[in-house]
């Protein structure tokens, strides 16, 4: 399974229709200070459902609609496009490729995107649930990031690394169970 492209439209510094494409194995990106890189990751945990703006450097979820610049007028959405591989079957879909969007106008209003059918959040969270992938999988680990896990005291190191390993996913089923049984214990 792997990331095969992204399609930005209006996506921060990208406000003219944008397609990167990758194959297996190592991909690196370069460019000067400034020229967008780190938005494309921001651009990959954006359209994988992250809710948090200060997550993607922004204040408001709008801040990643090209606000315009160099003789460009602002646009009036952002649209990402994540294009994953799944010829192997890990992720919960009987397609080859899953293909996940996300767009935000101007007004605040969304959608998200599974192979083309507009869906909830709660259906991409499902789709990537045994990929490893998506929110707080640390799929992507941004630059201030990695200092952050290497100064990290081990025990939030601990909860990271599992979380990485697909633990999460476990410890909140059993957050949920307990919840359960202490209404049922009240009841
Ligand atoms: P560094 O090397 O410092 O990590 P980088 O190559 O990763 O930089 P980014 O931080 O991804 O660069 O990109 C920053 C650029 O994106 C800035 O020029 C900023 O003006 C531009 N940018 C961010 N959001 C928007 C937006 N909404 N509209 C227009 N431009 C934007």
Redesign the pocket.
Known sequence: MYLKAINLKGF??FPDRTRLTFSPGVSVIV?P???????ITDAVLWALGEQSPTAIRGQQMR?????G?NGQSPRRFAEVEVVIDNSEGRAASEFSEISISRRIERNGDGEYRLNGARCRLVDIVEALSDTNMGREMHSVIS?GRVEAIVNSKPRERRMLIEEAAGLGKHRKRRHRAQLKLERTRQN
């Open positions: 921060k510094s460019g200070n400034g020229s967008g890189k780190s938005n801040d990643v609609i090209f606000a610049g630059q």
